[in-house]
């Protein structure tokens, strides 16, 4: 697929839509982070924006985008927790039904808020198997599907992350993304490509979900047969093919951190910046923490926090059950 043509102006216009919805999330220089890392590193607090994540940003701008006929029929979606919670806030605020697929394994935590913030749930295996019961179901009855990545009016809404960013660190050099389907990393590479061309930007997958990594490696969008991380909000089970097109067009490319990685990240952010991530979150961290992204001394880095919707129990388990983190 040839990466459709996205200029400033159409991420402009987007941001517009949705700005006064949303949380301009703040940017946090780490000395700890920036001492480790041998640059100055901020984070991009995602993990504090609206319904506790990124995905508000292009869900809402997807909805807003719909014609009156669409609004009544009500929208439908698949989503591990973040994107579900974000689709079921901007129908419920816009007057619309929703409706959100999620696989049975899905965080208690997120099922939950989904459910609070209007969406009727339903669970249904994994996520590939949950993938194809959201298009059944959002065609059964009628509804809008929303795609949880792979859509063109969700990254321009994601795109207005990558603005921010630029205007809270102008002179950024390195940007580093967590990637599940690429929502987010290929709205951040094409929205600052066309703002401000020349900032290396990076996605971060875990091991055990690379659809991302291995799609660029294959020159197309694949599926993966099966996912396993700690990173439900990375789990996706293949790449967006416009995400694909995006990021194979923009992006330096994109690398692979381990579980044990990840969870070392969380740590050391929960312990040195205060911040509360979910295991998605810290993904780009985990790369920068592990050497895998090319950074130069005195050149700003910043890295996404995507999410912070973590289940409290289970963070607990995870820091009690993986080893020693870094000697901060």
């Known amino acids: 697929m040839t990466a459709p043509h ?3 102006a159409r991420f402009e216009e987007a941001h517009a839509r949705i700005v006064s919805a949303i949380h301009k999330t703040p940017m946090i220089r780490s000395q700890t982070l920036s001492d480790l890392v041998g640059a100055p590193v901020y984070l991009k607090c995602e993990n504090l924006q609206k319904t506790g994540a990124f995905k508000v940003r292009g869900a809402l701008h997807r909805l807003l985008r719909l014609d009156d006929e669409q ?26 039904k929703s409706l959100v697929v999620m696989p049975e394994n899905a965080s208690p935590t997120k099922v939950r808020a989904s459910r609070e913030y209007g ?18 179901l959002s065609e059964e009855r009628g509804m809008t599907f929303v795609h949880p990545f792979d859509d063109e009016e969700v990254v321009a809404g994601h795109g207005s992350c990558g603005l921010e960013i630029v205007d809270q660190v102008p002179s950024v050099h390195t940007i580093v993304v967590p990637v599940g389907g690429g929502g987010l990393s290929s709205a951040i590479a094409t929205s600052v490509a066309v703002a401000k061309p020349g900032v290396a930007v990076w996605g971060v997958e875990p091991e055990g979900a690379p659809g991302m990594h291995r799609s660029l490696q294959a020159g197309e969008a694949l599926h993966l047969d099966t996912v396993s991380t700690v990173a439900d909000g990375l789990a996706a089970p ?10 194979a067009a923009h992006a330096q490319g994109v690398v692979l951190v381990s579980d044990e990685e990840i969870i070392s990240a969380l740590r050391v952010i929960l312990e040195r910046t205060k911040l509360l991530v979910e295991p998605a ?24 926090l995507s999410g912070g919707n973590v289940d409290l129990a289970l963070l607990g388990t995870l820091l009690a059950d993986r080893g020693a983190t870094l000697d901060v």
């Not at 901007?90 to 007057?95: E, I, L, Q, R, S």
């Not at 969406?119 to 059944?136: C, P, S």
């Open 71 to 96: 609004r009544a029929r009500g929208v439908a979606t698949i989503s591990a927790g973040n994107h579900a919670q974000a689709v079921a806030w901007a129908a419920t605020a816009a007057g619309m």
């Open 6 to 8: 996205f200029d400033l």
């Open 119 to 136: 969406a009727e749930v339903v669970l249904h295996g994994d996520a590939k198997v949950a993938f194809a019961k959201a298009f059944e």
């Open 281 to 304: 979150g810290a993904a780009g961290v985990a790369a920068l923490l592990e050497g895998r992204i090319p950074v130069k001394a005195g050149q700003p880095v910043v890295a996404v």
């Open 238 to 247: 293949m790449a967006g093919v416009l995400n694909h097109a995006l990021l």
